[in-house]
């Protein structure tokens, strides 16, 4: 079983940060006391009028001759209102989420892109929601847009293509701080994509490109000074020995001849050469 939402205390608020009030004048009880009177009257059909439901995710603000009652919102369950003197508006608690439609962004580094996000957000405060703002769901939707605008504004194309966990925080928190006045929470917001013009993203990747062969040629220089290096040590290393090198020229005709090679050339010491050519 889901654990019950908490209740919150409207009772320390005023009407200008989406609090109650309850100061109704001498005409405003009148008609309060004749609804109460036609309700009894026409009992028990005025309960197909007087009686509403709420969901549990849901919460009522009500509103009597154009004041907020008292007792904050209502809800979950069953509650009472009075017949042409009362209004209410149902207020969703669940988290509503919303794509932020793309965005033609200028970077600071005089890049256009085309960016999207999606945003999540809930109502914290009912009572503000309903008094603050006439929408809070499309007035959060709005400053969404602007905010992204904004803030990736500021930012250069490198920045929005790696921080994107960092700009989406920063997103959060500003529109978090911006709508709290309204009783909205925003739990949570993701860019979703970044789209850059083809002629960009040619340029990026023959940049890539030309980076990777840069980096392939640089190995494969690393490679061939490795190789020589141990060459050099391998052939100091025989000089040491002229046992090993004829041991090398033993090994390396058995390599030959285990391919069954019907031609075989048999290497000639330089040392072996070199003696003739003294004699001359």
Same mark, same amino acid.
């Given at each position: 079983?889901?654990?019950?939402?908490?209740?919150?205390?409207?009772?320390?608020?005023?009407?200008?940060?989406?609090?109650?009030?309850?100061?109704?004048?001498?005409?405003a009880w009148v008609l309060t006391i004749l609804s109460f009177i036609v309700v009894i009257c026409t009992f028990p059909f005025s309960l197909l009028f007087c009686l509403k439901i709420v969901q549990?995710?849901?919460?009522?603000?009500?509103?009597?001759?154009?004041?907020?009652?008292?007792?904050?919102?209502?809800?979950?369950? @069953?509650?009472?209102?009075?017949?042409?003197?009362?209004?209410?508006?149902?207020?969703?608690?669940?988290?509503?989420?919303?794509?932020?439609?793309?965005?033609?962004?200028?970077?600071?580094?005089?890049?256009?892109?085309?960016?999207?996000?999606?945003?999540?957000?809930?109502?914290?405060?009912?009572?503000?929601?309903?008094?603050?703002?006439?929408?809070?769901?499309?007035?959060?939707?709005?400053?969404?847009?602007?905010?992204?605008?904004?803030?990736?504004?500021?930012?250069?194309?490198?920045?929005?293509?790696?921080?994107?966990?960092?700009?989406?925080?920063?997103?959060?928190?500003?529109?978090?701080?911006?709508?709290?006045?309204?009783?909205?929470?925003?739990?949570?917001?993701?860019?979703?994509?970044?789209?850059?013009?083809?002629?960009?993203?040619?340029?990026?990747?023959?940049?890539?490109?030309?980076?990777?062969?840069?980096?392939?040629?640089?190995?494969?220089?690393?490679?061939?000074?490795?190789?020589?290096?141990?060459?050099?040590?391998?052939?100091?290393?025989?000089?040491?020995?002229?046992?090993?090198?004829?041991?090398?020229?033993?090994?390396?005709?058995?390599?030959?001849?285990?391919?069954?090679?019907?031609? @075989?050339?048999?290497?000639?010491?330089?040392?072996?050469?070199?003696?003739?050519?003294?004699?001359?």
């Open positions: 079983m889901s654990s019950p939402v908490p209740k919150q205390d409207y009772a320390s608020m005023n009407i200008s940060s989406g609090s109650e009030t309850t100061d109704f004048g001498f005409c549990e995710y849901e919460r009522a603000v009500i509103f009597r001759v154009g004041r907020l009652l008292k007792g904050g919102a209502k809800g979950p369950g @069953i509650f009472f209102i009075l017949p042409c003197i009362d209004n209410y508006s149902k207020i969703d608690l669940r988290v509503i989420s919303f794509d932020v439609p793309p965005q033609e962004i200028l970077t600071r580094d005089s890049v256009t892109v085309s960016v999207d996000a999606v945003t999540y957000f809930r109502i914290s405060n009912p009572i503000a929601s309903v008094c603050n703002v006439e929408n809070a769901s499309r007035s959060t939707q709005l400053l969404a847009q602007t905010t992204l605008r904004n803030e990736l504004g500021t930012k250069n194309l490198a920045e929005v293509l790696m921080e994107r966990e960092n700009i989406s925080k920063n997103l959060q928190h500003i529109l978090d701080h911006a709508t709290e006045p309204w009783g909205v929470k925003v739990e949570r917001v993701e860019i979703k994509d970044v789209r850059l013009p083809q002629m960009l993203q040619r340029a990026m990747a023959a940049e890539a490109e030309a980076s990777r062969e840069a980096r392939a040629k640089v190995i494969a220089a690393e490679g061939e000074m490795n190789a020589a290096r141990a060459l050099k040590e391998a052939s100091d290393v025989i000089s040491e020995s002229p046992s090993a090198l004829q041991l090398r020229y033993l090994q390396t005709l058995q390599t030959i001849s285990a391919e069954k090679n019907s031609t @075989i050339i048999f290497p000639l010491p330089i040392d072996f050469m070199s003696a003739f050519l003294k004699n001359r």
